[in-house]
T-cell receptor, first 110, second 111 residues
């Protein structure tokens, strides 16, 4: 099945810094989503982005489907950005079944 | 509007007991998914519903696990004869088409 790898596994930032999180996937995808899991465990949808670029406030994401990777950019990080960021993809199942990466754990220090 | 809700939020049970976990999806969402999150395995897909039918059950780990959905809405995940390795957070998501929206999860602890 499709493999999803995220890097880095852990990241520590000072408040105000920028960061880039990467997601590599091993096959073509129908669906790619980025999620933020907050310290209470809630998974929050950030982007649905199987291709192209999107921006939402301080966050933006780019997926280059032909090269099988996606990037999540966080600018001017805040302590509330702390948590785990997951990339999840749907392969050829056509059921919407998401395969998750192992996540990037981000800690933003004040 | 209201998001996906799950109950109970926490469940502690003894090995060998049966448990039922409930998911109330966002109104109008035809697709519903169950996932499991555990320390060793990360986030794993369990089952997918489209309406009341389950075209993809490939992630259910054993025949002790079953799920149903009624009225194209509420879903129940049942685990029979629970084992300690079933301890995890069980997450439900619903979707109108492509984007999946997750509930807060049920933390299951099997003693």
């Amino acid at each position: 099945g499709i493999q999803v790898e995220q890097s880095p596994p852990d990241l520590i930032l000072q408040e105000g810094a920028n960061s880039t999180l990467r997601c590599n996937f091993s096959d073509s995808v129908n669906n790619l989503q980025w999620f933020h899991q907050n310290p209470w465990g809630q998974l929050i949808n950030l982007f649905y982005i199987p291709s192209g670029t999107k921006q939402n406030g301080r966050l933006s994401a780019t997926t280059v489907a032909t090269e099988r990777y996606s990037l999540l950019y966080i600018s001017s990080s805040q302590t509330t950005d702390s948590g785990v960021y997951f990339c999840a993809v749907e392969g050829s199942s056509n059921t919407g079944k998401l395969i998750f990466g192992q996540g990037t754990t981000l800690q933003v220090k004040p | 509007g209201a998001g996906v809700s799950q109950s109970p939020s926490n469940k502690v049970t003894e090995k060998g007991k049966d448990v039922e976990l409930r998911c109330d999806p966002i109104s109008g969402h035809t697709a519903l998914y169950w996932y499991r999150q555990s320390l060793g395995q990360g986030l794993e897909f369990l089952i997918y519903f489209q309406g009341n039918s389950a075209p993809d059950k490939s992630g259910l780990p054993s025949d002790r696990f079953s799920a149903e959905r009624t009225g194209g809405s509420v879903s129940t995940l049942t685990i029979q004869r629970t084992q300690q390795e079933d301890s995890a957070v069980y997450l439900c998501a619903s979707s109108p088409s492509t984007t999946q929206y997750f509930g807060p999860g049920t933390r299951l602890t099997v003693l």
